[in-house]
């Protein structure tokens, strides 16, 4: 299976700023997502990283509140931007192996005061 | 659209005991995956089994089995001689085959006493 880290593995940020979440994999994989489990619910789906291309984002997420880079096919990040309160939640990336499971990294456990 | 329940909001079960998590599904996709995930505390998402819609038999892994009934579309985990770290939160989700979405059910909070 890949192994998969994410940095930071928590933080704590004021509203109106941004974070940056990096996810690293240790084989190259097609394909890479982001989640977000917000407290006490279910994980969503954000989008799919897509390497060398913008990437698709599932309805209710926008590019410009939830940038994602895929430069490679190794590393993904995830941008919030302009938090609020209610974008606390844990993120995770996952990706696609071996074209039927996904694996999912530690995840990113923020905090918007 | 492609929809997976989880009825059981939380179960407990004695130490060394088999313990069944719910999961129906709902798709006219003919192709599909289905998973089980574990959360602990710590809010990881460990791979547990997965379930593609044209294998014949029911997967297996170590203690997880998941109960495969597609008339009934159910996916069933089934986990034998529970134990102590078997506490978590247990998620049945579903994908298409070669797929890329996974969709992820309510989740079932899972406690086992000693």
């Known amino acids: 299976s890949a192994v998969i880290s994410q940095k930071p593995s928590r933080d704590i940020c004021q509203r109106g700023t941004s974070l940056t979440i990096q996810c690293q994999v240790d084989s190259q994989v097609t394909m890479m997502f982001w989640y977000r489990q917000q407290p006490g619910q279910s994980l969503t789906l954000i989008a799919t990283a897509n390497q060398g291309s913008e990437a698709t984002y599932e309805s209710g997420f926008v590019i410009d509140k939830f940038p994602i880079s895929r430069p490679n096919l190794t590393f993904s990040t995830l941008t919030v931007s302009n938090m609020s309160p209610e974008d606390s939640s844990i993120y995770l990336c996952?990706?696609?192996?071996?074209?039927?499971?996904?694996?999912f990294g530690p995840g990113t456990r923020l905090t918007v005061l | 659209a492609q929809k997976i329940t989880q009825t059981q909001p939380g179960m407990f079960v004695q130490e060394k005991e088999a313990v069944t998590l719910d999961c129906t599904y709902d798709?006219?996709?003919?192709?599909?995956?289905l998973f089980w995930y574990k959360q602990p505390s710590s809010g990881e998402m460990i791979f547990l089994i997965y379930?593609?819609?044209?294998?014949?038999q029911n997967a297996t892994e170590g203690r997880y089995s998941l109960n495969f009934q597609k008339a009934r579309k159910s996916a069933n985990l089934v986990i034998s001689a529970s134990q102590l770290g078997d506490s978590a939160m247990y998620f049945c989700a579903m994908t298409m085959e070669y797929g890329n979405k996974l969709v992820f059910g309510a989740g079932t909070i899972l406690r086992v006493k000693s």
């Open positions: 798709t006219s996709d003919p192709s599909y995956g």
């Open positions: 379930q593609g819609s044209y294998d014949q």
């Open positions: 996952s990706v696609l192996w071996l074209l039927d499971t996904q694996y």
